[in-house]
């Protein structure tokens, strides 16, 4: 058993596959590397479990334990995001993957002095936007609430000051007002259940 708080972090692709007993440690053998794939674990014995079945094996072993509930399943055929922000505000990243494999369709970021919230929004309009280049009808999941209803109201309702540091996620934040504006979409966006089926596959796995 791991002692309270304790976390250890299986890189399946990164600079040195393993696995790492802090984040420190995971995020230098993740970061700059494209399509990394890595995921936080409560106990060593999971760690390593996840570790030796590879990361495709362990997310679908993980997808069949989740119950069967009254809000039903999933959808695999779909694209999950999600944003990590390490402080409040802090260095602020954003991702999209496919759900049905995994694969990583796109990463922004880090920038500096951002929001978790500010982050889970603009990954949701990339997704739309990203989703209507292609053509695509495919669900959006966010675990979310703020960040889906600013999407709906097409406004960043953040309260983070305006600094130098930030300038280049105020930008961003423009752009995807901007693009709200001026674009319809039929994409649905839809709020993950983290309690009934685990964290969202988007995380990064730094909790």
């Not at 079945?53 to 959808?75: D, E, L």
């Not at 922004?108 to 990954?123: K, Q, R, S, W």
Request: glycine content about 8%.
């Amino acid at each position: 058993m791991s002692s309270k708080g304790t976390k250890y972090y299986v890189v399946w692709e990164g600079h040195d596959p393993g696995i790492y007993h802090s984040w420190a440690e995971c995020k230098s053998q993740v970061d700059g590397y494209e399509g990394a794939k890595y995921k936080s674990f409560a106990t060593r014995d999971e760690a390593e479990k996840a570790f030796e079945a590879g990361f495709y094996q362990s997310i679908r072993q993980n997808q069949t334990k989740k119950p069967a509930t009254p809000t039903g399943n999933y959808i695999i055929e779909s694209i999950a995001v999600d944003a990590s922000c390490l402080g409040n505000p802090g260095v602020m990243e954003y991702r999209g993957v496919y759900v049905r494999s995994g694969q990583e369709l796109f990463r922004i970021g880090p920038y500096e002095d951002g929001t978790n919230n500010i982050g889970e929004f603009l990954a949701i309009v990339h997704g739309l936007a990203l989703l209507k280049q292609k053509n695509s009808s495919l669900p959006i999941y966010s675990d979310s609430i703020s960040a889906i209803a600013w999407v709906r109201n097409k406004k960043c309702k953040t309260q983070l000051e305006h600094t130098e540091k930030n300038g280049p996620i105020f930008d961003l934040i423009e752009r995807a007002e901007k693009w709200l504006a001026n674009n319809t979409y039929s994409t649905k966006i839809m709020k993950w259940e983290t309690q009934v089926w685990g964290e969202i596959p988007a995380d990064f796995g730094r909790k």
